[in-house]
């Protein structure tokens, strides 16, 4: 089971200047103290970390910079190579495997809906671009086509051999169809609810709530292995902060799921994480954050450790 990608994966969030550039000091002191709090692992440009609207530039010094302080600290990375143009992804994981990372992230092409045998080609290409860095196929629940279980074992039969995957999760009989079609590939489930996600089948998360605190969400982990009860009660509280603090923004005021994560990390404060996005894309304003916090403190005090 050595092989399997495990734990509380944390995400990078851009910061961004006012012009919108990117703070790369502020980056770096971000992933600083990532690697400090002992996280399993960090990954870049997932949603969260805007990858939408990178440049090719920017994209590599992200990639450059991530890897030179995991490396430096013997921190599991991984690096998102996720474009929706296929062509640009496929340039972006030639670029990232030879960062060596412990895994490279793809989503599928997303404009017009992939057939299955457009998947098979786009994954065979891009795992043959990443040899010997193996694949997270990358697949939220807003992807324009959501692999079934059974089409997991379709790709494997194909020859795509995948390590893990990045998705929603589902109820026992997707996690029994998953292990089914195959019994190899890590599952990876959104980070609020990862106790009972471990309990049904998960392996691990790319987790929201490691925005908000990653030393909490790590110490959380850690908790499921030894005190799963007192896991599950924490995730009681962690679903009331979710659906009282954090949902209504997305339901009622509709900013975007990287709005909330960059909300959330404002609010937890443990880096110099502002609640701006890149244009035209809208973050929730600072001015939200204090409110959040004393409630969320009121509901989670383990999320705002005091030393
Ligand atoms: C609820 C939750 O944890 N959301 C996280 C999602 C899910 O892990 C993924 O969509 C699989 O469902 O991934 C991100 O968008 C991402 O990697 O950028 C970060 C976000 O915080």
């Known amino acids: 089971m050595e092989n399997r990608i495990t734990g509380t994966w944390c995400t990078l969030l851009l910061p961004l200047n006012t012009d919108d550039s990117i703070d790369f000091g502020k980056l770096e002191v971000q992933i600083d103290a990532l690697i400090a709090f002992g ?6 440009n997932g949603t969260a970390a805007e990858f939408y609207s990178q440049s090719e530039v920017e994209f590599d010094q992200i990639s450059e910079l991530l890897a030179e302080r995991c490396r430096a600290n013997a921190t599991p990375f991984q690096i998102g190579c996720n474009h929706v143009n296929p062509m640009l992804a496929l340039e972006r994981v030639k670029r990232a495997a ?20 457009e998947i098979v080609d786009f994954l065979m290409a891009v795992q043959q671009a990443a ?51 195959d019994p190899e590939l890590s599952l990876g489930v959104p980070g609020h609810t990862l106790a009972s996600g471990i309990l049904a089948g998960a392996d691990g998360s790319y987790s ?19 005190d799963m009860e007192r896991a599950l009660e924490l995730e009681k509280r962690i679903g009331l902060f979710m659906e009282q603090l954090i ?50 403190e009121r509901i989670i005090p383990e999320f705002f450790p005091t030393n």
């Open 247 to 296: 949902r209504p923004y997305i339901t009622r005021y509709q900013y975007s799921n990287q709005a909330v994560d960059k909300l959330m990390a404002a609010v937890g404060g443990w880096a110099p994480i502002t609640t701006r996005l890149r244009w035209p894309y809208r973050g929730v304003h600072e001015r939200e954050v204090g409110a959040v916090r004393i409630e969320a």
């Open 131 to 181: 040899n010997p860095i193996r694949l997270v196929l990358y697949n939220p629940p807003h992807a324009k086509r959501v692999l079934l279980p059974e089409e997991y074992g379709i790709l494997r039969e194909s020859g795509v051999r995948l390590a893990g995957c990045k998705v929603k999760g589902g109820d026992a009989a997707w996690y029994a169809a998953m292990r089914q079609s």
């Open 39 to 44: 996280v399993s692992g960090i990954y870049s």
């Open 208 to 226: 929201n709530i490691a925005c908000l605190h990653p030393g909490a969400a790590q110490a959380w982990y850690h908790l499921m292995a030894v």
């Open 98 to 117: 030879a960062l060596q990372p412990d895994a490279i992230q793809v989503i599928l092409p997303d404009w017009t809906v992939p057939s299955m045998d």
